[in-house]
């Protein structure tokens, strides 16, 4: 305690963004189970790609597995340090605070605050959606937990944890300006770093980063190699400020006309590699930090997209 | 009706802090009731106002006429456009639903961006009176009182609960979180049965179901009220209420 804010360095995704590398993080859903298996399995074929990968919170509402559980058990079983993403839609502010003392605890050193869907976009529309905090107010909880040792009523925490705390960007949000200015906000509580969401175009993340101007904050641009065109288009139809290009999409429809599995699953990575290289190409030459890769379920794809990262 | 009262004066005048010129505007409505914006309340707070060094202009809403049912109250800012144009902020004496409807108002429609601050915090939606006022309903879009022998839990436990009460009953069946309270649960139970009803308070209540209160909620009537028409229709009622015979409902009771 007593330290400046950002001075101590908790996890290896903080460190390697101090050391100015070029970052890449992972994405892992667990999902309406009992077990947390697969994303495991998942994580264990991201070892040594990626620094870190996010573990989802009942993503576009939907209810799964608890993330920090998930975490807890990712980490543990494969080495692989996980970034602990925590909503606010479903948790209001005690409930949160428990849960940022219970990640520490269970050794979690990132957490990504968000704000989270609203419960009616996902598969339990009739819950009473909390949103007690939101994602800045969620960041500024975190921060002052773990620099100053307090809760929000402002009473000692024994023991504080000690976490680095995310905060999300849109690029493609339907108004820029406030985005950016949310953004700054973030940033003047004390957000240490920001994986935005998914982009496509580069001329999107272009404005992006004009408009937001020079940053002291890290930050990981979002892309999202889709495994199949079904989720492809889901992202399309489904989440707000991302926009799927037609011919990207138009590729991955192609690939369902595909019989043999093989043969198929080695159409999809070109079109990912193809379409992704250009993005790619073009992101060395922005502000980045680095690359959250949102392979969900897609872990052979990171490799080959690195590669044009080198 | 919804229930109001005025916001501490050193939180009006920060908002205040820069705009020299004011409008006072009140509400026919709500805040007469609570009056928190009817004429009285509106010279007092430019009274204040001047006293603090303002330039006040008052707008007063006469009564029924409320801030919020912009189709009147539209009639006065139309007719004081000037002076709204010519001052720094609006401060309106009402609920957020008259904050918001004027702001919207002189912003959109009389195309004058102007500040619009609140000089009230409302309380919530109450029934009863004349004097004692209590929330009983919370205009949640899918009401449960079909369920609860007619007290909304909602709104009436401390923790909403459908299926009460908690463990934190107090002595006198008060509520856990406020001892001048009845514990809702407690007065479902004893409501139940009275009616007959103790076989449906074993029964377990599904959650409510929120959805129906995704906000904000918008909606539309295909035939809105008619000020003249609404206006003579409630005058025989407003008569019998003044010279008519009182109603002698406990007689008739016990003569039967």
Redesign the interface.
């Known amino acids: 305690m007593g330290e400046k804010m950002g001075d101590e360095v908790y996890s290896d995704l903080m460190r390697e963004l101090k050391e100015g590398k070029y970052v890449f993080t992972g994405e892992l859903e667990p999902e309406k189970a009992g077990d947390v298996n697969e994303p495991i399995e998942m994580a264990r074929e991201l070892v040594g790609l990626v620094v870190a990968c996010n573990v989802t919170d009942n993503p576009q509402s939907f209810a799964y597995v608890n993330s920090m559980a998930a975490s807890y058990l990712i980490q543990k079983e494969t080495g692989m340090e996980c970034v602990y993403q925590l909503r606010c839609s479903d948790r209001n502010r005690m409930a949160l605070l428990s849960d940022v003392l219970g990640a520490g605890a269970l050794g979690l050193k990132n957490i990504l605050a968000l704000a989270g869907d609203?419960?009616?976009l996902g598969d339990t529309?009739?819950?009473?959606?909390v949103f007690d905090l939101d994602s800045t107010t969620l960041i500024a909880m975190i921060r002052k937990m773990v620099d100053e040792g307090k809760d929000l009523g402002g009473n000692e925490i024994h023991n504080p944890p000690k976490l680095h705390v995310g905060g999300a960007a849109a690029p493609g949000a339907a108004h820029l300006k406030a985005e950016v200015a949310k953004v700054k906000r973030k940033i003047n509580v004390g957000v240490e770093y920001l994986q935005t969401q998914v982009v496509y175009y580069t001329d999107v993340l272009d404005k992006f980063f004009n408009e937001l101007g020079k940053v002291d904050v890290p930050i990981l641009v979002g892309i999202f190699p889709a495994r199949t065109f079904g989720q492809a288009n889901f992202f399309h139809e489904n989440v707000a400020g991302v926009d799927v290009p037609p011919d990207y999409l138009e590729a991955m429809r192609k690939t369902k006309e595909i019989k043999d599995k093989e043969k198929r699953k080695e159409e999809v990575d070109r079109v990912n590699i193809e379409f992704f290289t250009g993005f790619l190409e073009h992101l060395k030459g922005t502000p980045a930090a680095g690359c959250h890769m949102m392979a969900v379920g897609y872990p052979r794809i990171i490799a080959p997209l690195k590669k044009v990262m080198e | 009706m919804i229930a109001q009262e005025q916001k501490p004066m050193e939180e009006i005048l920060g908002y205040l802090d820069g705009k020299q010129k004011v409008v006072v505007m009140g509400c026919g409505g709500c805040a007469t009731f609570y009056h928190t914006g009817d004429k009285k309340a509106v010279n007092e707070m430019a009274e204040k106002l001047t006293k603090e060094g303002k330039e006040v202009f008052k707008i007063v809403l006469p009564f029924s006429f409320q801030a919020c049912d912009i189709d009147k109250s539209g009639i006065w800012l139309e007719k004081n456009r000037k002076e709204i144009e010519n001052r720094d902020a609006v401060l309106l004496m009402s609920c957020g639903d008259g904050v918001q409807i004027v702001a919207d108002y002189i912003d959109e429609k009389m195309g004058i961006p102007k500040s619009v601050i609140p000089a009230n915090d409302a309380l919530g939606l109450v029934g009863g009176g004349p004097t004692k006022f209590k929330e009983t309903c919370q205009s949640c879009g899918m009401c449960e009182l079909g369920k609860t022998a007619g007290i909304c839990p909602l709104t009436a436990c401390g923790k909403g609960l459908m299926n009460g009460p908690c463990g934190g009953v107090r002595v006198g069946n008060k509520c856990e979180i406020d001892e001048e309270k009845d514990c809702a649960w407690v007065k479902i139970y004893e409501r139940m049965e009275k009616l007959g009803e103790l076989d449906k308070f074993i029964e377990m209540r599904d959650?409510?179901?929120?959805?129906k209160a995704?906000r904000p909620r918008l909606f539309e009537i295909e035939n809105p009220v008619n000020i003249m028409t609404a206006g003579i229709g409630a005058l025989p009622g407003f008569i019998r209420l003044v010279i008519g015979p009182k109603p002698k409902l406990e007689e008739e009771g016990k003569g039967e």
């Open positions: 609203h419960v009616s529309p009739d819950a009473k959606p | 959650p409510h179901e929120w959805s995704k």
